[in-house]
């Protein structure tokens, strides 16, 4: 058995080395972000313009610096690969649209333009180190055969092809999920057929459930012969599909998407209809015919209340038929059409009392041109915020013989707080898309904030993932899986918990103390109940030799990174041995204060741009971005976390 400080110094060479590793890794990329000195850097990946691609290249671009757009390609693509391929190859019918002809159907749930669209991200989100260009060439042929027809070049608009591109994602992921849907339903009258008792059986799914509930149940039960439970043995679940375990996991939707109501009221008799909702991909603003003017003021020209004459309105065209009615019936002397008039005006008061929007069955109204007219206004709420909130400014001026373009100056903020006082949503700029020229032809130019993300965290990384699982059974009868779990959660210890010990202080006394602890508590085990900690029979002695064990490999792991964050610091070293250090040294290396280096001062990460331009990329503040307040065309606004950190 090797000695104690020749195993402290393997663990703390281990250590410092995965440390290094990780530090050479990873640095070349976090350098590139961060120094806006560095000479090696050179930009972002630029697109080339070889047929007036510039109302798709400053799109795309724009599109590459939206984290929730990325997040939800990187997931929408993820969930189609771990499907089954009969999943999106039945073709399920849309009920809103159900004359569209079965390729497109078969098309949308392919998901061709959302895999073609992650793909040009995730190129054009590369940290070259040189100049690179790229052609947005096959993204625009995943599209012609996305809609079986070429893409013109001549001088097209930015905005149509934004929102051909956003609503076919859209389409795309609706068309997705219903054929998700499709085939839960398929794998759960599947298993219910398996479950009748004509179907055959699977007799190694039954013996797996049998062992599992004998193996609970004998456990329950049992108990070791020195009168304390045995917490090592795991007990075998069968684990029932998603569907079975509760409600189904909520979708995230796509990040573009969001929806408002119009609500109508009569200003006569104050009836309001039912509210029409409407979605939406891209939200058109009108800029005002003004010298200058901001975007909130072109957003509440948007939500306002807008006033409408010559409306004829539901209700007040049953009160004006009943009213026609009940005067027929006082004229008319004959008793039988007295008693006609009488049924029809109970039949049309039951429908202004319950619902006006529908005629009364078997009543004949007056023609609608004898309706009175009346005055409505008109209300417009946003009721579901998107993730990303693409901005369109129509500067578009129409006459009877020539168009032409609106050069108002439009301000707009960095960060946007838009919605009720009970539903306010604060949203932050991260591209923009300007357009120089007249209306007939320009160039189109592209802003892009340089976003340094946190990586992706997966939670649960061996649980199931919800939605994130395949959507279908890939065998005809569906048994359950079998999953390992503690006999009791309550008292695992915890991995969060247990990582408090790597990095406390070793000391004399403090070992002394946990020997002892460990001695009393071992002592006294049959007498108490167990600890959270599992039993693994171990000495107090070789308890101790583990725990410093792992204080001085935590110890050195942070001794390395202190090395190489203060070289300098570090260089002036009278130890013998090198790089190797004795846990002691260590422990003082951990321990003694850290003298404050003063460090160049750099750029903000928040307040760097990119101003891209087909190929040619340069560097951008924020300011010059929101000073574009003439040519600016479209803007792209994310919705702000919650435990997002303020700048």
Partial sequence: MPEKPLTIATYAAGASLAAITLVYVFAPTYLIDSDSNSARKKGVVGLSNTANDCFINSVLQALAGLTDLRIYLIREVHRRNIDEAWVYAETVEDPARKNNPEWKNQSLQSGI?????????????????????????????????????????????????????????????????????????????????????SSPVDGDAVGERLAGLALDGHLDSHEADDGTRSESVPTIWAQPPAEDRGAEEEEEGFPMEGAYESQIECQVCGFKPKPIHSTFCTLTLSVPQSRSSTLNACL????????????????????????????????????????AMKLSIEKIQLQIDTD????????????????????????????DFPKILAVHLSRSIYDSHVSQKNLAKVSFPERLTIGGLLSQKKYKLLGAVTHKGSHHSGHYESFRRQNINLPYSTANAFQPSGVYTPSGNPTPVATPSPSATPLHK??????????????????????????????????????????????????????????????SVAASARSTMSRLSHPAKNSHTSNPLGNIKTSASLTESVSAPRPSVTRPRRRKANDRWWRISDDKVKEAKTSEVLGMEREVYMLFYELEREDAAES
Avoid: W
């Fill in 113 to 197: 333009v959302t895999k073609g669209l992650k793909s040009i991200l995730d190129a054009l989100n590369e940290r070259p180190i040189y100049r690179k260009t790229i052609s947005a060439a096959g993204f625009v042929r995943v599209l012609e055969t996305a809609f079986r027809q070429r893409i013109s070049r001549q001088q097209q608009d930015a905005q149509e092809f934004l929102q051909i591109v956003a609503e076919r994602l859209c389409d795309e992921y609706h068309a997705g999920r219903r054929a998700r849907q499709a085939a839960r339903s398929k794998g759960m009258a599947t298993r219910n057929l398996s479950s009748n008792p």
């Fill in 490 to 551: 309550s008292t695992v210890p915890s991995p969060v918990a247990s990582t408090a010990d790597l990095v406390s202080r070793p000391s004399a006394d403090t070992s002394s103390n946990a020997s002892s602890r460990s001695t009393a508590t071992s002592g006294s085990a049959t007498d108490a109940r167990p600890t959270s900690r599992p039993s693994f029979a171990l000495s107090p002695k070789d308890r101790e030799t583990d725990t410093l064990s792992l204080k």
């Fill in 300 to 339: 509440d020209g948007f939500f306002k209340t807008e006033y409408v004459d010559d409306y004829r309105c539901e209700r007040c065209r049953l009160v004006h038929a009943k009213k026609l009615f009940e005067a027929q019936a006082l004229q008319s002397t004959s008793s039988r059409v007295k008693e």
């Fill in 356 to 383: 006006p929007e529908t005629p009364p069955p078997d009543v004949v109204l007056p023609e609608l041109r004898l309706a009175p007219t009346c005055r409505i206004a008109k209300h417009t709420r946003l009721t």
